[in-house]
Structures are given as structure tokens and as C-alpha cells.
């Protein structure tokens, strides 16, 4: 190394740098400290592990500080490389457990997982300023075959649990029994008009509000004629559970179930409306054609399984098969007793709606509650279904698509009684002030000022078709249901198809669909509509398409298109220019 060196300098001038030689053979002692830096490496990582975790602790700074002076120590002196060797050794030594403690993937699952923690106990804080301790709040909603007997379960459910007082039914069964109506006197409590009491045909949703000792409950006594399919589907969107009521009487079921039934198209609708569970309550279980008979209710259970399943949901975790009798109130809040039905050792429909996992509900998002009815009394009132967020008295909100600023006069819960604030999940009335009862339709959306609902007239959707007797071409129109809302609308244009087999989107767009497709489709309203993505609000982002009287495909929606181009060009299009 050093004859190199010394050639360097001999090739300009010759020999007459011969002292200056001299002069840097100290410093040639650096290029034999080279193989010890090709030792060195070890350290370099131990530096940079130092500096990583001097900002959460002070404690490993003295540690890099005999690192570097050990170094220098090492330059001049190189016999001692033995202990320069082991001091960084010794130092990254303790370096691993720093790396172990404050690496970035640990970093991440605490802070995750504390977040968590913090968000639950928010939450909890939240409802208990609000409310202070209060039970849980479930809205279920009864659908099933016409004449199943969904409301004389639900009218039964009040008189059990007190809803509805003995003096109330009493009347009640007077009443029907003058009508010559004698075992409709139950379904009374629920079909309050004189339309639905002569009938025995519920028209449009009733509601009526219960509490057991755990929890609380919203009735929602939904139609099952097929004419009146579009109220059972904004009573459906209100809900949390599905309380399917399945006639054990012969003839009944079969009817109920087969192609033109009723129950197979309310079980789409239910999940479409985003009821993410089903209780299966196989009613007339008493009726002499049954009597508790083990093989019938064997023989429902069957044949329902699959097609629940079909439809979405787990048989194993969404959806439950209980055996009653509505209205003798049999295996309704006490267990059936063994003398009559020796087969049944399942809990009693209260018991397990009781003890049902809770649905998840978002208190600290954005408020959203659609509006599902109207009505002037000392100004406008809204009723619907908080489905998300929370409100109080005094709130100043906005009510979309109009973009009118409102404020909460007052809010009243099932019991009609005047409470300060409401939360996620429950069912209210609310006065508001500052808007006209005329000016509020059934599908608008009281949200935030803050972050408000989108308001949209185009928008893109993935469409699975159930059941249509022609193609769908682009141009097609039908009535939308979503949340509360039904609005006529038209497909533009079908932009792709899935394809069956690899459940990829096809790049050109399909001439038309046919039932059993799945497509993505442009859908058009004339007038601007409150709605979401599906994967932000799910509640607010399914929809169905319903058609002459059937329900033609179910929806989630993908992309929205905004309509601010279009105000734009409005805006301009009154604009005159004076010369």
C-alpha cells in the first residue's frame, strides 16, 4: 500500500518528495485501520437503533456515547483490537430489545388496540351522559305470508310484557266479537283502522313500543299482502331483527313458501334492507292439524334452511327457529310446558330475543336519520329511525336534498313522551322548527350541517337481477326503494357484467341483462335523491327495484356521481349580459 503511494507522488516530480513521505507515514497507519472498520459494521446498526429509541426513552443515550469513544481509542492504538472488537459486541447486545419494544408493527397494534379501548369507553360515556344507565333499544319488524299471524303475535307480545293493559284487549275482544271477528281481537292492538280491523288485512306499518326487564322494543307490524309490499319495505329499513312468522297449519305454509308466496320475497327484502338477522317463529303450532307435532315443525325447518341461507343469511349465526302459539301466547315470554310439547328445549321468544347479540351501533358518527312519515301538530313533524349519530334538543341540523337549515323544537320517544336527546338506533318523533310541513317528504334525511348526506341524481350500482319475464336493456325504468324512500328511476346505460364463472367484470358493457345476472348499471332520478356508498352507510347504500308489482333486483350502490356540473351550468344558463 505504501510503495502505491509513494509511486503517486514519484510520477510528476521525481525523488524530491521524499520528506513529504516521510511526513505522511503517520497518517499511513489509517489504511491498515481499514480491515478493522471491515469489522466495524456492527456498530453502524447500533447507531441508528440508538437514535430510533432515544425519543421514547432517555435511557439508552448513554449507551452510544462509550461506542463512539471506543473508536477513537481504537485509531491509534492497534493491539487493543480485540477490545474494540468486543465493545461493539457488547453494544448491540442490549440494542435487540430495544428494537423488540419500539418496532413499528408494535407501534401500530398498540396504538390500534388502545384506540379501541378508547372508543368503547367513549361510546359508554357518551350513552350514559345522554341517558344515564337505560336498556338496550332493538326495533324488530313482523313479516310473513298474509294471514300467518303476525299481528295477533304482536298484539300478544303488549298484553304480555304490559304494553297494552287487560281493560285495553278486553274491549277489544268485545268489539271483535260483535264484528263476529272473535279470535281477531289481538291483532286489534296493532291494526288500529277500521279498514284493517274489518279485513284482518294489515295495510300500512303499525308500530307499538314494549320493555322486558333487559331490554327495550319497537314494533314494526309490517303488511304480508303483495299489494302492499312497498309499506312492508320501508317498515323493513327501520329494523335491526326480522321476526319471520311461518304458518304451521297444513296448506298454509305450502301456500306461503311456493312461487307467489309472499315469504320467500320478504326474506329478500328484509336482507336487502340490511337485517342482518332473522328469528323464524313457526306459529299455529296449537292448531289440531299440528298440535305440536314434532315432524311439522322438522319438515318447515327443512325446507326454510336452504332458502334462508340463499338468501344471505348464516343458518348457524343469523337465524334461529322458535315454535309458538300467538294466540294462546304459548312458548311466547314462559316456556311451553313439557306436557304439551315434550320435544322443545329451547328458550322462549322473549328469552332469546332478550339474550340476542346486540347490534353494533354508530353513536359518534355523523347524524343521519331518514324520514319516514310527516304530519302537522304545532308545526312539522318527522318520525323515523336514528341511523347514526346522535341529536338533542336545541340541535341546529340540515334537512337534505332541500338543504334547509332546521332546528330541533323537540324530540319524543314510542311513549310519546318529551326526552332531551336521542341516539343511534331509536325511533323518533321530532319537531322542528324553521321548515314547513309541505316542504318534507317520506325519504328525506335530517343529518349534520357539518358532514350531510349526499344528494345525488346519477349514481353507479351493482345489481343482482332476481326474477323478470324480459330483458333489461339500457332505458329500463322501475321504482327504487331505498331506506325510506321509493322514487322512479331509469338505467342509462349497463356499464359491465359479472362474469358467473370467474366473478370478474366484463371491459365492454352488456346489451342487456336477464334474470340471474349480476351487472353494474347507471342509474338516473329526475329530481336529486339522499343516498350513500354502500361500503360508507351501508343502511343508506342498498336499495331494491321493484316492477309491476314484484321485486325485480336488489342493489348496493358503488359510486356517485355529483350534480355540481349541473348547478353550474344552470346558474349561468340565467346569467344576461347587459351591453
Known sequence: MSKLNAGAFEFVPGRAFVLPQKSQTPPSKPPLERP??????PPAPTITLNIGG?????????????ALTTAPQSKPALPPSVSASAAPSQSPSPAPPTNKVFSTERAKTDTTSIAKEVQAVADQEVLKDLF??????????????VDAGKSTLGGNLLYISGGVDKRTMEKYEKEAKEAGRETWYLSWALDSTPQERSKGKTVEVGRAYFE???????????????????????????????????????GEFETGFERGGQTREHVMLVKTAGVSKVVIVINKMDDPTVNWDKGRYNEIKDKLTPFVKSAGFNPKTDVTFIPVSAYTGQNLKDRVAKSICSWNDGPSFLEHMDHMPMVDRKVHAPLMMPVSEKYKDMGA?????????????GDSLTLMPNKSIVEVAAIYNEMEEEVPSAICGDNVRVR?????????????????????????????????????????????????????????????????????????????????????????????????????????????????????????AIGKITKLHD?????????????????
Open 563 to 579: 350534480d355540481r356540473v349541473d348547478e353550474v351550468t344552470e346558474g349561468v344558463a340565467h346569467v344576461s349580459v347587459a351591453a
Open 212 to 250: 322486558t326487564s333487559s331490554r327495550r322494543y319497537t314494533i314494526l307490524d309490517a303488511p304480508g299482502h303483495k299489494t302492499y309490499v312497498p309499506s312492508m319495505i320501508s317498515g323493513a329499513a327501520q329494523a335491526d331483527v326480522a321476526i319471520l312468522v311461518i304458518s304451521a297449519r297444513k
Open 432 to 552: 322542528l322548527r324553521g321548515v314547513e310541513d309541505e316542504d318534507i317528504s317520506p325519504g328525506f334525511v335530517l343529518t349534520s350541517p357539518k358532514s350531510p348526506v349526499r344528494a345525488v341524481r346519477q349514481f353507479e350500482a351493482q345489481l343482482a337481477i332476481l326474477e323478470h319475464k324480459n330483458i333489461i336493456c339500457a332505458g329500463y325504468s322501475a321504482v327504487m326503494h331505498v331506506h325510506t324512500l321509493s322514487e322512479e328511476v331509469t338505467l342509462p346505460a349497463l356499464l359491465h357484467y359479472f362474469d358467473k364463472a370467474t366473478g370478474r367484470k366484463s371491459k365492454k358493457p352488456p346489451q342487456f341483462a336477464k334474470k340471474g345476472q349480476k351487472v353494474v348499471a347507471l342509474i338516473e332520478t329526475t329530481l336529486p335523491i339522499c343516498v350513500e356508498r354502500f361500503v360508507d352507510y351501508p343502511q343508506l347504500g342498498r336499495f331494491t327495484l321493484r316492477d309491476e308489482g314484484r321485486t325485480i
Open 132 to 145: 344515564g344507565d337505560v336498556k338496550e333499544h332493538l326495533n324488530i319488524v313482523f313479516i310473513g305470508h
Open 54 to 66: 432515544s425519543n421514547p426513552l432517555a435511557a439508552p443515550k448513554p449507551a452510544p456515547a462509550p
Open 36 to 41: 478493522l472498520q471491515t469489522e466495524a459494521p
Open 381 to 393: 313533524i318527522i318520525v323515523g329511525k336514528i341511523e347514526s349519530g346522535h341529536i338533542r334538543k
